[in-house]
């Protein structure tokens, strides 16, 4: 299997749908990698520990994390079932950014960022990364977030092991128009 097509299967049953392959993710996400690896190949999918290993260290955004053995594997956030990362509340930068597509524009600053289907909205350090997510949905549009002022308002920030800045909400008081 391609490195891509085995990220895309460990995106789906790591972060939504773990039944998909039989297995069970644990309060906190985790799941045992030789467990993993056996349902896997069960269903004609030839991936080995080595293989899985170079997906988790090249994966572009480190979607996923091995704990100190190597014995379990997760995704590091972004999922739609409840896990709980163990993630501490930390101060953000003075402003985040979240990239999207050119038709939510309207409703977004008209209703703020809401979390959907996942358990945080996920926001970026910088522009770059924020067109990169837009642009998987359409036209991208950067939305700076005034999350210096929406922390020190009371509200919690987290940021996750790959690096994405995570909160439950971003009112649009908080969003400083749209940068393209």
């Known amino acids: 299997m391609k490195e891509k097509d085995i990220s895309k299967f460990l995106s789906l049953v790591l972060r939504?749908?773990?039944?998909?392959?039989?297995?069970e993710?644990?309060?906190q996400g985790?799941?045992?990698?030789?467990e993993l690896l056996r349902k896997m190949q069960h269903r004609g999918m030839a991936?080995?520990?080595?293989?899985?290993?170079?997906v988790v260290a090249n994966n572009d955004k480190q979607r996923f994390a091995f704990n100190a053995d190597c014995s379990q594997i997760r995704a590091s956030q972004g999922h739609s079932v409840a896990v709980d990362l163990g993630l501490?509340?930390?101060?953000?930068?003075?402003?985040?950014?979240h990239g999207t597509a050119e038709a939510n524009v309207e409703t977004i600053l008209r209703e703020g960022l809401r979390k959907q289907s996942r358990q945080h909205v996920h926001l970026s350090v910088d522009e770059t990364t924020a067109i990169k997510v837009g642009q998987r949905h359409g036209k991208p549009v950067v939305l700076r977030v005034a999350s210096g002022r929406m922390h020190r308002d009371g509200n919690a920030f987290y940021l996750?092991?790959?690096?994405?800045?995570?909160t439950e909400a971003v009112?649009?008081?908080?969003?400083?128009?749209?940068?393209?």
């Open 47 to 54: 991936v080995d520990l080595d293989q899985l290993k170079q």
């Open 16 to 23: 939504h749908q773990p039944q998909a392959l039989g297995i």
């Open 30 to 34: 985790w799941t045992p990698v030789d």
């Open 171 to 180: 009112p649009a008081q908080y969003l400083e128009g749209q940068r393209d």
């Open 25 to 27: 993710l644990d309060p």
């Open 88 to 97: 501490t509340p930390v101060e953000p930068p003075e402003y985040l950014y």
């Open 160 to 166: 996750s092991e790959n690096k994405v800045w995570l």
